[in-house]
């Protein structure tokens, strides 16, 4: 038989877990988003002398743990749109999507260009894709706490932010796959089979799980075992993402289609038992990614090693900083609509939060050749450029929130008295 | 950077979550426990030629994804007693929990001592300590079905069943340490410090808990983070678990313990905000449990290997069906009170269901000196004891009730006839 799982690994993930929380649960008290606080945890475990701690989150058994935790929550956003919805936003916030994705990812690339000569195409168009992630979650939880979540900019944020992580997925997708080839910039052919190919794994998703998903909820929810629906629902994420995988994506792309893919048709089967809609699927994911996926954000700060903070990662960090915060407050002014503040679109873009973490670390699981493509150095600088987008943007978007408010008031009452 | 977790695995992951749930859902439309088609879905892919799957099952990521649900699960198991609730069933259901453990070991340990005159006597005690679980979920799914969960042989049944839990995991813990050691017979003080040390494990949790658990959970209580009382109880029954394999013991006896320790007061101080007792935790637990705990059972199937049930083999199966049986009828006779069926409190206790699995899995991975102690034919024989007694005893605990409740009818009418 197998080896069991050791004492220590059991110790390790329950730390992991109780040490995100913290760091969560101190973010939050300085009204900070709690992947900040994670990540910061991380990055104080990783870089204090816990060489054990650190093998042991990189074991097997802990990295299946913390990318199933992302598998799942990748799952989650993807179940809070669907299809439909996608193709009536895609209308009004295409173009401030579009110019989001374009313009941070071709500001990365130069900026990447520029302080890391040395390096090959392939990093520089990781870096790059990696800076056009946005935040929905952190964003829209700046615009409830502001109570702006039905204003014209939040609906605008929050359609391009969804958009965005679907090219920003096949961006990252395209960019691996070049990536894997070799480091350099790819033939006209090689770039044409592999965007192909993501290409066709996104439209075969959508006509598989379109055709499929329906007819297999309705088969299953004659099935009396109990869990049927949330079982089921995992497993076809977990399907969808191995496909993924399998055709050279990275898993998490396949995790969020087969979320957009789940809509409340597909369980609407299940209606006449005790579940209502896709609701119930996400309250069944939910635990599974609440213990998992705080596990991958510490995991990512303790891959984050200080000593190597020499001043070209520093420098590589500011830039991209700056590059991450122009490209999408520029994109901000593509939003088409009357009575828009197109700065507040901007800012609301620029936290890339968890995304940004995600993007990052698949590149540092593409080796071709066995050399990681992101070497610690350039990995880092993409973490603290992520951090530092993530915590500057929600003060700044929450202030140009209240002083727009208070501007557009003032505006009236002199209408107001002019009139009188 | 380490490497990510293949497609593959992924794709394993999947299959034996559908596989699981498609085989729970046909043993209960024979109305048999789901564990039952579950571990028989095992023992067919197991058999069949999938090699790769079989590798991918035994890998540590899906090895950690099974022992974390089995864990979980016997969390839920007790969570659903308080050690308050065990003091007080102790007294009434203390005779039969202890025959029900003494008898079945005893004639485990005679079978096997007959049958497997080659083997150690550590192997003995095993084959001895896995006949003495009894199933609480199993024995309670029959009652409710027949409708006599609020029976006198009902309480007596599910209070022996539980106290049977806490011997029959404290005779593994002592077992597992005594073949840890070599194999033959521990000295007389090898044997008293195993003991103790077990008893120690038990004693120093539950002293640990009462003073702990409450302190940390009214700490908690006043964090903001999402999920907190969730991701705290998981990483109270991983912490507790470790120290449980730490020192020597099986991993879910620390798990259980956790779970006994965790009641509605340690709870308490969350039921301001939306959590209400201990149920919530359960309610956050079961949906991980009810992923990865199916997946530990398929994967015991798969370990069965129907070419290896030699004619040795079954008869071992054969001859410890007859003890296991007979041991745990014999103990229902042990119970006391008037107007009780004491046949129908021994069959009662007779499936062995999960906690007879997770035993022998137990024993498979104890390997001192690099051999396992468990052989793949006396596993497998354990495994369709464990089967047979889970397949039998729902029909006959049924039957029993049913012609009981006839008789007394009949008596009753045929008293009332004689009044009138």
Chains 1, 2 share one sequence.
């Not at 080896?3 to 992991?16: D, K, M, Q, S």
């Not at 299953?220 to 497993?235: C, D, H, K, N, Q």
Request: glycine content about 12%.
């Amino acid at each position: 038989m197998e080896h069991g799982v050791a004492a220590h690994t059991w110790f390790a993930l329950a730390l992991l877990i109780l040490a995100a929380k913290l760091g969560g649960e101190a973010a939050r008290r300085l009204r900070q988003p709690s992947v900040l606080g994670e990540l910061a945890v991380g990055v104080l475990l990783g870089n204090l002398p816990f060489e054990g701690l650190a093998r042991l989150a990189k074991g097997p058994e802990l990295t299946f743990a913390a990318e199933l935790g992302v598998m799942l929550l990748l799952f989650q956003v993807g179940l809070e749109s669907s299809l439909r919805e996608m193709a009536k936003i895609a209308v009004r916030a295409g173009g401030v999507a579009s110019l989001g994705v374009i313009l941070p990812s071709a500001l990365g690339f130069g900026a990447s260009t520029w302080l890391l000569p040395h390096a090959t195409p392939a990093v520089h168009l990781f870096v790059g894709a990696t800076m056009c992630a946005t935040s929905v979650g952190i964003t829209a939880s700046v615009l409830k706490d502001v109570g702006a979540l039905g204003s014209e900019e939040a609906k605008m944020i929050l359609g391009a932010a969804v958009i965005d992580d679907i090219l920003g997925l096949l961006v990252l997708a395209i960019v691996s796959a070049i990536a894997m080839t070799g480091g350099g910039m790819p033939a006209p052919a090689t770039l044409a089979r592999i965007t192909g190919t993501a290409l066709a794994f996104v439209v075969g998703a959508i006509a598989f799980g379109t055709l499929l998903f329906g007819r297999v909820y309705r088969l299953a929810s004659s099935l009396r075992t109990p869990y049927v629906l949330g079982a089921l629902s995992v497993a076809a994420c977990l399907l969808v993402a191995g496909a993924s995988a399998a055709s050279g994506l990275a898993a998490i792309v396949g995790a969020y289609a087969a979320g957009l893919l789940l809509d409340d048709v597909s369980v609407a089967p299940f209606n006449d038992k005790d579940a209502t809609g896709v609701q119930h699927v996400e309250a069944f994911v939910a635990p599974i990614a609440a213990v998992f996926a705080p596990v991958f954000f510490v995991r990512t700060g303790m891959s984050v090693k200080l000593s190597g903070l020499d001043g070209g990662t520093l420098a590589l960090a500011s830039a991209l900083v700056a590059t991450a915060i122009g490209g999408k407050v520029a994109a901000g002014f593509g939003a088409r609509g009357k009575n828009l503040d197109r700065l507040t679109v901007g800012f609301g873009m620029v936290p890339r939060g968890e995304v940004g973490l995600i993007f990052a670390d698949v590149g540092t699981r593409i080796a071709p050749g066995g050399i990681p493509l992101l070497s610690p150095g350039v990995y880092s600088a993409l973490v603290a450029a992520v951090f530092a987008t993530t915590l500057l943007a929600p003060p700044a978007l929450a202030a140009r929130i209240r002083s727009t408010k208070a501007r557009s008031l003032r505006n009236r009452e002199s209408l107001e008295q002019e009139k009188s």
